[in-house]
């Protein structure tokens, strides 16, 4: 089990860098990580500014779902997992529009 905060902490991290608020301005969307082995869920909500704020809660509609195993996340944002793979062997399960999916693919 990995400490998951670091690691959604490094992703709303990104949003702070100028290139990155720029390429999200007016994308508006909420992103709930469901972290399956420590019962814990987190939301990181992205503002039309660009700028993203993470929280522990449970939104009831989301945006963008991301349901998966501590380790597998921390895996992926390492780069020792291979998202595609996690989601053929459904280690991780990816729920939104997928136009919405492949803009978030910049900041793993």
Not at 22 to 48: C, K, M, P, W, Y
Not at 70 to 76: E, F, H, K, N
Request: charge should be neutral.
């Amino acid at each position: 089990m990995a400490d998951i905060v670091p690691y959604l902490e490094r992703i709303r991290a990104h949003f702070e860098l100028p290139e990155t608020r720029e390429a999200f301005r007016g994308f508006a969307r909420t992103i709930q990580f469901i972290i399956t082995d420590l019962r814990r869920n987190f939301v990181l909500s992205i503002a039309q500014d660009g700028s993203a704020t993470l929280t522990e809660e449970t939104l009831p509609q989301p945006d963008i779902t991301f349901t998966t195993s501590s380790d597998t996340l921390a895996g992926i944002l390492d780069g020792t997992v291979n998202p595609q793979l996690a989601l053929i062997t459904r280690k991780l399960k990816v729920s939104g529009k997928m136009e919405d999916l492949a803009k978030l693919q910049k900041l793993l």
